[in-house]
């Protein structure tokens, strides 16, 4: 799967690499030299970062299914015990 940002995520993305560059390294980095950097990490690293994300969704899903039978489990073949509770069953 082809990770893909919006025109505008990806603009913020390039100026974010440039100004890494220029804060944090010993020369400045261009734009278009920043644009490949950006579709380098998409292409080779994004799915990895991808995919840890899914694993992470699927897990907590994954939970809340099994948490599903404690929160609306009905207890079965009740009523007797219910009335009997109430005091409305005949002796």
Known sequence: ?????????????????ERYFQENMEERIGNIAATGL??????????CIYNKAVADVQGRLQARVSEIDFEIHEEEFSYWRRVAKQGKAKP
């Open 38 to 47: 950006l579709g380098y990490f998409l292409e080779e690293i994004g799915p």
């Open 1 to 17: 799967m082809t990770i893909e940002l919006s025109k505008e995520d990806r603009a913020q993305a390039v100026a974010s690499i």
